[in-house]
């Protein structure tokens, strides 16, 4: 079974979550999603 690690951080957000491992990192904070949703949109809008 894989070593799990929790560890708290100021600079995440409340309900957020940062994923560290080998393979990468995964950034689930709210903001950080959003973001991503909001490039994409206009990235397609750019497109159409």
Request: charged share 25%; net charge positive.
């Amino acid at each position: 079974m894989p070593k799990i690690k929790l560890q708290s951080d100021h600079t995440v957000e409340i309900g957020g979550c940062i994923m560290e491992s080998s393979l990468g990192t995964v950034d689930a904070q709210l903001k950080t999603q959003f973001a991503k949703v909001a490039e994409k949109l206009h990235r397609a809008r750019i497109t159409v």
